[in-house]
Nanobody, 123 residues
Framework: QLQAYGGGLVQAGGFLRLSCHASGFPFDDDAVGWFRQAPGKEREGVSGIGSDGETDYAEAVKGRFTISINGAKDTVYLQMNNLKPDDTAVYYC???????????????????WGQGTLVTVSS
């Protein structure tokens, strides 16, 4: 089971750290992605980390967001700094086995999803 948490209400310029925890299984051979969906918009990739540690970021968040994984490889974090109102969305994490994806930022490449956590950034 994937659990995403850490969302909340924050003012523009503030920060949040999201966590994606895997209950019962580590991310050893999986890539993990963070995605978001704002009201009326399609789900989009935010950041991803491969099983080999490669990372990728959407242009809109480069330099502000950082993805990382803990030593136990059962929790992936998304540190979000200098948040903007456009970052408001429900954030989801998802996994896919290594080698079964082409793009860390493409939602359709991921096949196991957790529930979302809402991030609201006020201006």
């Amino acid at each position: 089971q994937l659990q995403a948490y850490g969302g909340g209400l924050v003012q523009a310029g503030g920060f949040l750290r999201l966590s994606c925890h895997a209950s019962g299984f580590p991310f050893d051979d999986d890539a993990v992605g963070w995605f978001r969906q704002a009201p009326g918009k399609e789900r989009e990739g935010v950041s991803g980390i491969g099983s080999d540690g490669e990372t990728d970021y959407a242009e809109a968040v480069k330099g502000r967001f950082t993805i990382s994984i803990n030593g136990a490889k059962d929790t992936v974090y998304l540190q979000m700094n200098n948040l903007k109102p456009d970052d408001t969305a429900v954030y989801y994490c998802a996994t896919v086995p290594a080698g079964d994806y082409n793009d860390l930022l493409r939602p359709y490449d991921f096949d196991y999803w957790g529930q979302g956590t809402l991030v609201t950034v006020s201006s």
